[in-house]
């Protein structure tokens, strides 16, 4: 929660994929990693470095993260804090498919925090064609819970 | 309903799950939490940088049981 507020806080232009966002449609599991887009320009990512400098504690290793890097070669971004479990997966864009502009998202509301969370259809796509096996068991529940059907 | 009985694990799968009052997210964290106690995480510190999600998926494989 610490780490969306500080999102909210920011101003951080971005969309919750993943477990946490399967979450939020009340298919729960466990995990390590909050996965999310974010959108590809330079002042967003200067809003995502303010927002983990806040969630942990003026973390030097922060400023490593960087516009070339998120906007050029490295699209996914892996950050662990120095303390506790959690880690984060910073994605500009997912191959040539996906980014925060093409997810679907709706708002939802977290404790009085604004969270952007993918919706049930956008996380199917994200996860139907994909070769990890826990996404392909995310699919499924996805599919069944919310009575998806793939586009012809 | 504190007991549910099922034919066949399809039957089961398919139930919906038993109701809870806790919001969906907060049971996420508290899972999460649990999870984390039992097998804490040995994610190496600092920031990763990666050329693909793909590449990013083996590298947590490395260090990952989950």
Known sequence: MRVLRAFESAGLEYVLIGAAAMAFHGLV????????FIRATPENIERLRTAL???FQGDPEINTISSEDLLGEYPAVRYAPPTGNLYLDVLTRLG???SFETVEAEIKDIDGTLVRVATPAALYQLKKGTVRLQDQADAAALRERFNLRDEK | MPV????SIE?????PEPSSQE????RFV???AQYWAIAPKQYPRGVFKFHSI????KARLKHSSW
């Open chain 2, 54 to 57: 793909e590449e990013a998926q």
């Open chain 1, 96 to 98: 040539e498919a996906a």
């Open chain 2, 11 to 15: 039957e089961m799968n398919k139930a």
């Open chain 1, 53 to 55: 400098r806040e969630a």
């Open chain 1, 29 to 36: 599991r466990a995990t390590a990693d909050l996965d999310f």
């Open chain 2, 23 to 26: 919001p969906p997210f907060e």
């Open chain 2, 4 to 7: 549910q009985k099922f034919r």
């Open chain 2, 30 to 32: 508290r899972l999460c």
